[in-house]
Nanobody, 120 residues
């Protein structure tokens, strides 16, 4: 089971740090991804990180503002979000999969999501 936390309401330009905790599953066995879904839109890729954390990939829309990281000893994955914009408003999901895919369909396990709202 994956559980996201850290979402909330923030003003444009602000920061949030999302966390993804795993229970009953060893995250070091998985590549991890963050995705988001805004109302009326499809779920979109945000960032992904390799098993050991040595490789990361970001969507162009968040590159330079968001940072994905992981602490396998704590069984945690994080998404640091800086310089937030109103268009970042969405439900954010973490996911576990076999490789650093950008296609959501390739991920096997998902959390329930955490809401991020950025006000202008």
């Amino acid at each position: 089971q994956l559980v996201e936390s850290g979402g909330g309401l923030v003003q444009a330009g602000g920061s949030l740090r999302l966390s993804c905790a795993a229970s009953g599953r060893t995250l070091s066995r998985y590549a991890m991804g963050w995705f988001r879904q805004a109302p009326g839109k499809e779920r979109e890729f945000v960032a992904t990180i390799s098993f050991g954390g040595g490789s990361t990939t970001y969507a162009d829309s968040v590159k330079g503002r968001f940072t994905i990281s992981r602490d396998n000893a704590k069984n945690m994955v994080y998404l640091q979000m800086n310089s937030l914009k109103p268009e970042d408003t969405a439900v954010y999901y973490c996911a576990a999969g076999g490789a650093t895919w950008i296609d959501a369909k390739r991920y096997n396990y998902w959390g329930q999501g955490t809401q991020v709202t950025v006000s202008s």
